[in-house]
């Protein structure tokens, strides 16, 4: 069973930044597929990003409405993953969520972005 920890959450005017973070509690050197996903009031949970690692290296996906502001990576050292959000809109405010394993086996608690226009 892998723990999942979010934090990096929280209020910013449009246009600012945030960094959300992801750590696991075992090493993530093994974990194929992470994503980041963010549902928003009556909304579904849509995914937002994701790295599926490979023997060719690792290939990130973003949602179109992301690409360009956000940046998913990751840190086997620190077992954790992050989300670098830049050019905020308030269109992004939402619970975004952590996942790692095939098929989101796993989940973080959700952590709260709030973008004020």
């Known amino acids: 069973q892998v723990q999942l920890v979010e934090s990096g959450g929280g209020l910013v005017q449009a246009g600012g930044s945030l960094r959300l973070s992801c750590t696991a509690s075992?090493?993530?050197?093994?974990?194929?597929?992470m994503g980041w996903y963010r549902q928003a009031p009556g909304k579904q949970r849509e995914l937002v990003a994701s790295i599926i690692s490979g023997v060719s290296g690792g290939r990130e996906n973003y949602a179109d409405s992301v690409k360009g502001r956000f940046t998913i990576s990751k840190d086997n050292d620190k077992r954790t993953m992050y989300l670098q959000m830049n050019s905020l809109k308030p269109e992004d405010t939402a619970v975004y969520y952590c996942?790692?394993?095939?098929?989101?086996?796993?989940w973080g608690q959700g952590t709260q972005v709030t973008v004020s226009s």
């Open positions: 996942s790692m394993g095939l098929g989101a086996a796993y």
């Open positions: 075992t090493s993530i050197f093994s974990i194929e597929v």
